[in-house]
């Protein structure tokens, strides 16, 4: 059992229970676990209200009366300590909890497990018509990004190592914005320090463990998003390819001629190395037409295979 | 997993949240107890002999909180301060927010109704924490929810099925049994009517796919051994997406190294060796190096 817990939940439930301000010397005389000599409580109350303020739990300061310079004091308020999501009905609830059981096993079990308990907690019957849609299901179980959302939530910088393209291992300094999931990989968007412009990073490239700064708020995140290029300001790739074959390079494109054999279909150039290999993986199956750099890279390419594999 | 140690701030935080829980499930049983907060008998034990200790200034019974459990069911009274149910943390509603993406995600089984209330509790909850955490809509989530279904009602699914070794899509008839992951890559194993025997599927290469009650076949055109192929490399230039098509370790990778390539299909080896562009040359297997220089002579044909 531990004395410090209890000492918590003690001036959590004085505070709270309070209808006026305690001041720091009722809080000493009164509150179970507050003892030895006054700085040494002194420096005991202070880290109290980090741990609770670290739990989430507002302690507000203020004074009886404002005319009189009184003593200042402490109390949590319920409105603050409560959870409010507004009017909730059982349908809610079980929506909630369904989408709390995606964790299971996964990165942010703990967090949804006290999430559940306080929904459980909230005394609405929970509806049962959505259980029966599928339990979804989070498939990251990788502790960076427990650690990143965390520092998202915090404000705090990152560090890591992360791997270029050319497979060498870089120190990274990033100030996390957002997190998103797509086509199975999860994406880290941040201010890079050292270049001093946004970048994107992919999670599973990330060699190390992530450290985050035990500071918090040292940023803003911008709230609107840089704008990403589109489409329209990319130099399109123009390819042949042949009939049925190609899926993946044909769901990326727009079908600009069909003939017996070939379709010829074009497609905005977003990652130049990976149309290159994109081609190179459809041999006879893709001929690149254009840009002509495209088409010449193709060839040289093919020219090197065959040297290496001669 | 249940916790069995657990440091005296998360008891804080625990301690705090059996309140609100137990004076909503009055008489739960200690198991029942532990399972819920996810950790040990004794840890939850600790944690009710702790709030006993706890309560309004003064301490004496009239003010301490009043717990039962030594019948192994628990009850509680006496706690009207801590009666509330705490807010939730930033990052529990990060948990929720992207648990009803994925929900969201699984459209397929969706009405409009509960569309439309996931969306609404969504964005109440993203507008507290004002962060953007999320998870793009992506056709893997709605397809394996259809898997899911096969799996627990054993019924077969008709799926359109996409085979990067010869670049296409084939139909199949196929009833799932498990989900397994490896490398981060999920896959699930299932009974395949059209080839008639077990085989595995890569989630992410399902095309389309229903439910069906019908299992009239379509005969497998393409029947290959499911044995893994070895084919010695030298790495000749450090390149990620050639390390990353061949699920090599980064850290194993050195120029002027060797690294072994594994497939299922020597047609995906090639393809893939292709890819590499010239980052890694195959070294012990004449076969592989001959099918490759043929590949190479025609799709450089087509360049003539």
Same mark, same amino acid.
């Given at each position: ?38 700085? /040494? ?16 739990? /507002? ?16 109390? !949590? ?97 990033? /100030? ?110 893709? !001929? ?10 193709? !060839? ?11 | ?304």
């Amino acid at each position: 059992m531990s004395r410090k817990s209890e000492r918590l939940v003690n001036l959590t439930i004085a505070l709270l229970a309070t209808k006026r301000y305690l001041t720091k010397s009722e809080i000493f005389r009164t509150v179970e676990g507050y003892e030895g000599a006054p700085e /040494a409580m002194e420096r005991m109350f202070e880290r109290d209200k980090d741990d609770l303020r670290s739990l989430g739990i /507002a302690i507000e300061l203020g004074t009886f009366d404002p005319i009189f310079e009184d003593e200042a004091g402490y109390r !949590i308020t319920p409105a603050s300590y409560q959870l409010n999501l507004g009017e909730l009905d059982g349908t809610d609830i079980s929506l909630l909890s369904l989408a709390a059981s995606a964790w299971s096993g996964a990165a942010l079990e703990k967090e949804s497990t006290s999430a559940l308990v306080k929904l459980a907690s909230m005394g609405i019957d929970s509806d049962s018509e959505p259980l029966s849609l599928l339990t979804p299901f989070a498939s990251i179980t990788n502790e960076n990004f427990t650690l990143i959302t965390h520092a998202i939530l915090r404000r705090s910088e990152i560090e890591f190592e992360y791997v270029g393209a050319d497979l060498s291992t870089q120190s990274r300094r990033i /100030a996390p914005y957002s997190l998103r999931g797509q086509s199975g990989s999860w994406y880290l968007v941040g201010l890079d320090r050292e270049k001093d412009s946004q970048r994107t990073f992919r999670l599973d490239r990330i060699v190390s463990e992530v450290t985050v700064d035990k500071k918090g708020n040292t940023f803003e995140i911008p709230d609107q998003p840089p704008q990403l290029r589109t489409d329209k300001d990319r130099e399109n790739a123009v390819l042949h390819v042949r009939k049925n074959r190609g899926h993946q390079l044909r769901s990326l494109a727009t079908l600009v001629d069909s003939g017996e054999e070939w379709d010829v279909i074009s497609l905005p150039i977003v990652d130049i190395s990976w149309l290159l290999r994109s081609i190179l993986w459809h041999r006879d199956d893709v !001929i690149a037409v254009e840009p002509a750099a495209l088409r010449k890279s193709i !060839i040289d390419s093919l020219h090197e295979l065959r040297t290496l594999h001669g | 997993m249940a916790k069995s140690t657990t440091t005296p701030l998360e008891q804080t935080a625990r301690l705090l949240d059996l309140v609100p829980f137990l004076l909503s499930h009055q008489g739960i049983s200690m198991a029942d107890l532990a399972k819920h907060f996810k950790v040990d008998s004794d840890v939850m034990l600790d944690d009710l002999n702790t709030l006993w200790m706890c309560g309004l200034p003064g301490y004496t019974p009239l003010e301490l909180i009043d717990l039962a459990f030594d019948s192994g069911f628990v009850t509680i009274r006496n706690a009207a301060p801590l009666a509330y149910v705490r807010t939730l943390s930033s990052s529990e509603i990060v948990a929720l927010a992207l648990g009803l993406d994925l929900l969201r995600e699984n459209s397929e089984k969706l009405g409009e109704e509960q569309s439309d209330r996931i969306d609404a509790l969504s964005k109440k909850l993203r507008e507290q924490i004002g962060v953007h955490i999320s998870i793009a809509a992506s056709p893997t989530t709605a397809h394996r929810s259809v898997i899911s279904a096969s799996i627990t009602q054993r019924l077969p699914v008709e799926m359109t099925y996409y085979s990067p070794s010869s670049d296409q899509e084939t139909m199949r008839i196929v009833t799932a049994y498990d989900f397994f992951r490896e490398n981060d890559v999920e896959y699930f194993q299932a009974h395949c009517h059209t080839a008639r025997e077990m085989r595995t599927f890569r989630l992410d290469r399902i095309v389309a796919v229903s439910l069906t009650q019908s299992l009239d076949v379509i005969p497998d055109v393409q029947r290959k051994k499911n044995e893994k192929i070895r084919v010695g490399a030298t790495v000749r230039i450090l390149d990620r997406a050639s390390a990353e098509a061949f699920g090599l370790t980064f850290t194993d990778l050195h120029r002027g190294g060797s690294v072994t390539l594994e497939a299922f299909s020597p047609e995906w080896l090639i393809r893939s060796i292709m890819a590499a562009a010239g980052s890694l040359v195959v070294e012990d297997s004449q076969e592989i190096a001959l099918a490759i220089r043929q590949s190479i002579d025609s799709t450089m044909a087509l360049y003539e």
